[in-house]
């Protein structure tokens, strides 16, 4: 067996997923970005250190397997106060509220947040799995403008009528979401008008995923 497949197999253990897609997205990354890792039999070491901070993880356990003892384990946790959450920002990755914006494989910086303020401020609710990316365009005025930062929560359950952050065919946007699962037709709709919706149905419907759901946003000065 390759190295990389014992690491990604205690990764997958962490997640409790069984397949790379699975896989894929609980951790937030494409799937062309493990397939070079595998055929590299090689996962960066910023990527690695990441995902231990963010996930609890000893580094030494992903690497060789060895599981770290009580102590350990709890001074990696977090020895500083509760109220902290951790967000991924993504300095160049942009959803497009507008015709569409092809991203790549950016590694994010984490940023370390007052619990209390993203409640308090920003009215977040959610304070796991964490991203913050920029938006370009204009589709979604009034409701999210160009230029603005989204915080999204990383998840691929969306509900009718929240905004999401979606890849379809490889073009990310921010979009309302609208599903019939019984008709079987995906709708991501403007909330400018001024733009056509994207309706995706039968066959289309294996070209979208949902990277996530749009919690908060603000304006840098």
């Not at 060895?66 to 946790?77: A, G």
């Not at 959450?85 to 940023?111: K, M, Q, R, W």
């Not at 979604?140 to 905004?163: C, H, K, L, Q, W």
């Amino acid at each position: 067996m390759k190295r990389i497949e014992s690491i990604l197999e205690r990764i997958r253990k962490h997640f409790g997923v069984f397949t790379d897609k699975e896989l894929c997205e609980k951790w937030g990354i494409p799937y062309g970005t493990l397939d070079t890792w595998k055929n590299r039999d090689n996962i960066p070491t910023k990527r690695l250190d990441l995902l231990s901070k963010n996930e609890g993880i000893s580094l030494e356990y992903l690497l060789t397997g060895k599981e770290p003892d009580v102590n350990e384990h709890k001074n990696m946790i977090k020895t500083y106060s509760d109220d902290i959450v951790t967000i991924n920002f993504y300095h160049d990755t942009t959803a497009a509220a507008g015709y569409g914006c092809i991203n790549g494989d950016e590694l994010p910086e984490p940023l370390e947040i007052s619990r209390s303020f993203l409640s308090n401020i920003l009215g977040l609710k959610v304070f796991k799995n964490l991203d913050i990316i920029g938006v370009q365009g204009d589709s979604m005025e009034p409701f999210i403008s160009n230029g603005e930062y989204v915080i999204v929560e990383r998840t691929d359950e969306a509900r009718n009528n929240e905004i999401v952050i979606a890849n379809v065919n490889g073009e990310v946007y921010v979009k309302r979401l609208l599903r019939d699962p019984f008709q079987k037709w995906v709708k991501l709709i403007s909330t400018n008008k001024s733009y056509e919706d994207i309706m995706l149905k039968d066959d289309e419907l294996q070209y979208i995923n949902i990277i996530g759901v749009v919690r908060a946003k603000f304006r840098p000065f």
